[in-house]
């Protein structure tokens, strides 16, 4: 019987073989078509298109021909999309013989299928628009271009540059960053953040008083991500982007689990057992003076009332390096099949969605920050204190891993910290076996249940 059962992968790529073949079908009827007749196509942008015929005669609208036609496809937010399409409409006008028609998915998954299939078969657009995980699904699939010449990567955000590659080649060009932690404080209650983490722990110890709900920081271990930075803050990582292997067994590891049981069980300013919504919430109600969240919660906190403040992590304790938080991104990649003038077209819009100018004005119509590892020398983001402040965080953090790969990472850390933080197992062993359960997380050899029951 089980042989006669197709498994979901092989239903997968069937499905994907044959929309490939359809696709191909439509793209010869098309092309046998053109020989025939001289439509006129209408643009997202309501510009018409008449095509030329075999002799590339033709009356075009203006009397002028076009260079290049070109198709972006995205899945963009409701702020990031109206932003997209005032950046086509201003360089369709600024170039002059260059169209760009768009399309959106609600979904990245829905675009990836999508166009997997119409590269596959010789077609699709010439140009995507989505985050770092497509890298993972799409370049396997050998459905897009290698970025050689197409970008100068030392002008982007190192941690956007690490998840940019897929062995060790670059594959997507970085646009936009977004979804990083970094320290917020209430600057009524601090004029000067701490720089260290020894400043961190003077500070609470003044401060601190558990019967009124009063702290000086209060740090979300409940979750991987915000462990995550002290590894990099000891000067490793968790992730060989080369070979995409897990690293959490190393000395940064080691380190940054001392430290934890050093400011819970030693020094004793911190209260474990706290969930991220009480922590969210006291620091909306002034009682707790700095905690370390997501940059995306910077207009809540405002909105609540909060003189914020923004800055990087303090350096971690018996260390000079500063935590770095894992950042991610939206990225442009363009068809294996794009060449010519749609190629030099979509290296020109390319460029020019990456200029300073573009850049700045996302920065202040949507909820993403720049790319452009020095745009902070630009006087409207240094004017600006919680977007040039939060860019400093950004300058420093390191790309996050693909989806499946982060899962198991916080999984891993997450199943062993509170062994470490009660004593019952040492740094050195808990790091051995995070790196364990990882990987065992990742073969599928074993649950996520089943690491806790270890």
């Known amino acids: 019987m089980s042989g006669n059962i197709i498994s979901s992968k092989d239903r997968r790529s069937l499905l994907l073989s044959i929309i490939s073949i359809i696709f191909a079908l439509l793209l010869l009827l098309s092309t046998v078509s053109c020989d025939l007749f001289n439509p006129v196509a209408e643009t997202e942008t309501g510009t018409e298109e008449e095509e030329t015929g075999a002799n590339g005669e033709g009356d075009q609208a203006g009397g002028e021909g076009l260079e290049a036609h070109i198709t972006l ?57 989505l985050d770092f995980d497509g890298i993972q699904r799409l370049v396997p699939g050998s459905v897009v271009k290698e970025i050689i010449d197409e970008a100068d990567y030392s002008l982007f955000l190192d941690g956007l540059v690490e998840i940019s590659m897929y062995n060790s080649r670059n594959y997507m ?115 707790v003076h700095m905690i370390i969240d997501n940059i995306q919660l910077v207009d809540e906190y405002s909105e609540a009332g909060i003189n914020t403040g923004i800055t990087r992590i303090p350096r971690v304790w018996q260390g000079d390096r500063y935590p770095t938080p894992i950042i991610s991104g939206l990225g442009f990649m363009i068809n294996v099949n794009c060449y010519g003038n749609e190629l030099a077209a979509v290296n020109d819009f390319i460029q020019y969605m990456i200029s300073e100018e573009v850049q700045i004005n996302w920065t202040s119509a949507t909820d993403t920050f720049p790319v452009l590892k ?67 997380l990742r073969s599928g050899d074993i649950s996520i249940e089943e690491t806790v029951e270890e």
């Open 173 to 287: 060009i970085p646009f936009r960053s977004f979804d990083f932690l970094t320290l917020f404080y209430n600057k009524d209650l601090i004029d000067e953040p701490p720089a260290s983490f020894e400043e961190v722990i003077e500070y609470c110890k003044e401060v601190n008083d558990p019967a009124s709900d009063t702290y000086g920081l209060l740090l979300n271990t409940g979750a991987a991500d915000w462990i995550i930075p002290f590894i990099g803050g000891y000067g490793d990582w968790i992730v060989d982007y080369g070979t995409n292997s897990l690293t959490l067994d190393n000395q940064a590891t080691v380190k940054t689990l001392e430290f934890l049981s050093y400011i819970y069980n030693e020094e004793k300013i911190l209260p474990f057992n706290i969930e991220y919504g009480e922590i969210n919430e006291l620091f909306k109600n002034g009682n």
């Open 374 to 440: 020095n745009i902070d020398r630009n006087g409207i983001i240094i004017n600006n204190e919680i977007v040039y402040n939060a860019f400093q965080q950004a300058k420093i953090c390191r790309g996050k891993p693909d989806k499946e790969l982060i899962m198991v990472i916080r999984d891993a850390i997450r199943n062993n910290i509170e062994s470490v933080l009660s004593g019952g197992v040492l740094p050195e062993d808990a790091a051995l076996k995070i790196q364990e359960d990882a990987l065992r």
């Open 73 to 129: 496809w995205d899945c963009l937010g409701p702020k990031e999309r109206l932003t997209l399409t005032e950046n086509v409409n201003s360089f369709i006008a600024e170039s002059g013989n260059i169209e760009i028609e768009t399309r959106h998915f609600r979904s990245q998954e829905e675009l990836e299928d999508q166009f997997e299939a119409a590269s596959l078969a010789g077609a699709g657009p010439e140009l995507l628009l």
